[in-house]
Structure formats: structure tokens, C-alpha cells
């Protein structure tokens, strides 16, 4: 079964307050929902290393902004710190965003794009799709459909193409005023 993630992060127990909006967007640019995370406190900052860098993505103000394209097999998660710049985007393959209950979601497909500021690019987790695949969590299709997604995704990023990691700044400024 693959996991399902909601865009609101309910369940996220390091987040002491909050404050949350949503919204969708149908524009020439996008079309889908738009979340936005404010973390006012958080218990503890999250470190994460890749390789030798070791980055904080999430603190006390730190914002997550998340967009859910319709009809893509793939979500974006882009971290700002308190000050407004990026920290990362994160780039989930999925089989399909949707809504239920109000409340935007993505079907994770297990592999996932890290995109630093920078410009470098870290693909993540194949080891978990090939462990989906021996064990019948996915089938052969939703395999060549995660790779498939990466490779083109890839391929944007690489080309300065790929549309939702320019629209994010624009994306979180839009949504900014509406957080409650």
C-alpha cells in the first residue's frame, strides 16, 4: 500500500504552533492546490546531512510550502528558513495528488529529488522502490512510472525548466496573507 501524505501535516508532533492556509490555483503557470506551513515553534530544529552538508530544514518560523499539481506524479515541498530564503526543495514522485476532506494529498511513489539552492541535485530513496517492487507493494507499471517521473524531472531541473521550483517564492508570497 502506498503511504498517503496530506499537505497539512496534522500529524507532524514536532510542531508545537502553527499557523496553516490552502488554496487552489488554477492559473496558466499551475493548476492545483497550495499549502503553506508556518512552523512558529517547533520542539527541536531537523537536521538532515547530504554528504557533507548538514541542513536545517526545519526550526522555529521556518515555512514549508508544498504544491500539488493536478493530473502530475510528483509533489513539491519547498523549505524557506525564517528569513525567506530556500532552503531545499523536495520533490516527491507520487502516483496522483488529490483531495479528501478538504485536506491535499500525494500517494508516495518512494523516490524523491532533493534540489539544493546551489543548484545540486540528490536523487533519494530507490532503495525503498526496490524493496516496493520484491515485495509486491508495487507492481512493475508503478515502478517504470516512478523512474520515468524522475528521469523527466531530472532532465527539467537540469535544463532550469521545471516550473514549480520558480513559481515557489511567488507560490508562499500569495499564500502568506491568508495564514491563520
Not at 32 to 44: A, D, N, Q
Not at 62 to 80: A, G, R
Not at 85 to 99: A, E, F, M, P, T
Request: charged share 25%.
Amino acid at each position: 500500500m502506498l503511504k498517503r501524505k496530506y499537505g497539512d501535516r496534522l500529524d507532524w508532533k514536532r510542531i508545537l504552533q502553527r499557523r496553516f492556509a490552502q488554496s487552489f490555483f488554477d492559473t496558466q503557470e499551475f493548476k492545483g492546490y497550495i499549502t503553506l506551513l508556518h512552523t512558529i515553534t517547533v520542539s527541536s530544529p531537523l537536521f538532515k546531512v547530504y554528504g557533507k552538508k548538514d541542513i536545517c530544514i526545519v526550526d522555529n518560523g521556518y515555512m514549508w510550502l508544498q504544491q500539488f499539481p493536478s493530473d502530475k506524479n510528483h509533489s513539491v515541498t519547498t523549505m524557506f528558513d525564517a528569513k525567506g530564503n530556500v532552503v531545499q526543495w523536495y520533490i516527491d514522485i507520487c502516483l496522483c495528488n488529490g483531495i479528501d476532506n478538504g485536506r491535499p494529498w500525494m500517494d508516495d511513489l518512494f523516490l524523491d529529488i532533493i534540489l539544493l539552492p546551489s543548484g545540486e541535485i540528490i536523487e533519494k530513496d530507490a532503495n525503498e522502490l526496490e524493496e516496493a517492487l520484491s515485495t509486491g507493494v508495487i507492481d512493475q507499471q508503478l515502478y517504470d512510472l516512478a523512474w520515468s517521473e524522475m528521469k523527466t524531472l531530472k532532465s527539467l531541473i537540469s535544463a532550469g525548466e521545471f516550473e514549480l521550483v520558480k513559481l515557489s517564492s511567488k507560490h508562499k508570497d500569495a499564500l502568506t496573507e491568508f495564514l491563520i
